[in-house]
């Protein structure tokens, strides 16, 4: 799931400061989870906007939406109609959804809501942590499932370093555990501890930040944008 955190309200006052009539888009579905961009948080940032323009003595006109998904075009079209008047979008989406209404409504600004932090997992209520960076070259079956690029304190393919003990990590022995203890501990379950001995080549790192823009299509044809999309 991507997690993501509102920014500070300062910032999207800022952002806003020459708008008239925004529309706080927010998304069903990550951002929802995370309490950073769903509909109780479009509320409240709408009413913030709103009280904050009062106080400035700024008359603004701010309404509210919110689709399932912000980074499908079969549901941002639904988008459309709430665009009517509107002069500004303050998007509370993933930095995905943000660049996808961009992207389908190019003639309107689309602000950026909220911070995208990384790809996790809920650990438990209210909280998630990171558990892939997208690196574009998955080893978790070497690995039994834990990822040492995105747990691992220092990204180490070939673990454990010399500073973890107790199964804690010398980063913060209080709060993070050893990546490479939990791979050690899993693959020793599985039988398989002799295959740690093996020597983890460096990520490829062609598959992950390099080159611009990476694609994966499908067998699917991808859908052109509607009409209601190309007039907004």
Do not use: Y
Not at 116 to 140: I, N, V, Y
Request: aromatic letters at 4%; a neutral charge; one cysteine or more.
């Amino acid at each position: 799931m991507i997690i993501a955190e509102q920014k500070p309200f300062e910032r999207i006052v800022e952002m806003t400061a020459k708008a008239r009539n925004i529309l706080v888009a927010g998304c069903g579905t990550c951002v929802t989870v995370c309490l950073a961009g769903g509909a109780k948080e479009v509320a409240v940032v709408a009413s913030k906007l709103r009280l904050a323009a009062q106080n400035a003595g700024r008359k603004i006109t701010v309404t509210e939406a919110t689709i399932e998904r912000q980074c499908e075009n079969e549901f941002v079209e639904k988008l459309a109609p709430a665009l009517k008047g509107v002069d500004t979008v303050v998007s509370l989406a993933c930095g995905i959804g943000v660049q996808f209404l961009a992207e389908a409504f190019q003639n309107l600004p689309i602000l950026p809501g909220v911070n995208t932090r990384f790809l996790g997992a809920p650990s438990k209520q209210g909280t998630w942590q990171e558990k892939c960076m997208a690196c574009g070259d998955c080893r978790l079956d070497k690995t039994a499932g834990v990822c040492p690029m995105a747990r691992c304190s220092k990204n180490l393919l070939n673990g454990p370093c010399g500073g973890s003990a107790n199964g804690k990590c010398e980063v913060n022995p209080q709060k993070i555990e050893c990546a490479w203890q939990l791979i050690i501990d899993r693959m020793e379950k599985l039988g398989r501890l002799d295959e740690l001995e093996a020597i983890t080549p460096p990520n490829d790192w062609s598959t992950a930040h390099d080159g611009g823009v990476r694609e994966t299509a499908s067998e699917q044809a991808v859908p052109a944008k509607t009409e209601a999309m190309k007039s907004v």
